[in-house]
């Protein structure tokens, strides 16, 4: 499993995350944070233009080669796209989160295959799950706009589901 992303409130008073009564909002905050990088800001590692954008390690020029006459013999485009070999790695990462909240933390839990977790011995071999779990500054704010929005929205008693653009 790849258990590196962590979202954690930080700039709240202590006191305030010392209450009993906030502990439930919090991590329902936090869990809707999780669901909005998993459901919206993951597939962006997916697509075109990834690899700049979240700052991938390069791919030495015979692997990008081999990828696209993979591409071309097999008839499955999306392996020209980062991260994407047969598409095992972006399927597993995107159909389910197991989400763990506490008063401050927020963590979800992704399954993977087994090669995103080796690191490399000497060659270009990209640690995947590093890249996978890369978030950037604007992702990182928007985050913490949708926790805010949402321990909001719990405190002040608008219990309706806002829906938020990302």
Not at 71 to 87: F, I, K, Q, S
Not at 119 to 125: A, D, H, L
């Given at each position: 499993?790849?258990?590196?992303?962590?979202?954690?409130?930080?700039?709240?008073?202590?006191?305030?995350?010392?209450?009993?009564?906030?502990?439930?909002?919090?991590?329902?905050?936090?869990?809707?944070?999780?669901?909005?990088?998993?459901?919206?800001?993951?597939p962006r590692h997916f697509r075109g233009g990834a690899a700049e954008r979240y700052g991938y390690r390069p791919r030495k020029a015979a692997t990008v080669?081999?990828?696209?006459r993979f591409?071309?013999?097999?008839?499955?485009?999306?392996?020209?796209?980062?991260?994407?070999?047969?598409?095992r790695l972006r399927r597993m990462v995107t159909s389910a989160v197991c989400v763990t909240t506490s008063r401050a933390k927020g963590r979800g839990h992704l399954r993977a295959p087994g090669y995103a977790h080796m690191?490399?011995?000497?060659?270009?071999?990209p640690y995947l799950a590093g890249e996978v779990l890369t978030v950037i500054d604007d992702e990182a704010e928007a985050l913490g706009r949708v926790v805010e929005w949402t321990l909001t929205a719990l405190l002040n008693g608008n219990r309706r589901r806002r829906v938020l653009r990302v």
């Open positions: 499993m790849i258990t590196g992303m962590k979202i954690t409130s930080v700039g709240m008073p202590t006191e305030i995350l010392s209450g009993r009564g906030l502990a439930a909002p919090i991590r329902l905050a936090l869990t809707e944070a999780i669901e909005v990088w998993h459901g919206k800001m993951l080669k081999r990828k696209y591409a071309a013999a097999t008839g499955n485009y999306e392996a020209r796209l980062p991260l994407v070999w047969t598409g690191y490399s011995r000497g060659g270009n071999r």
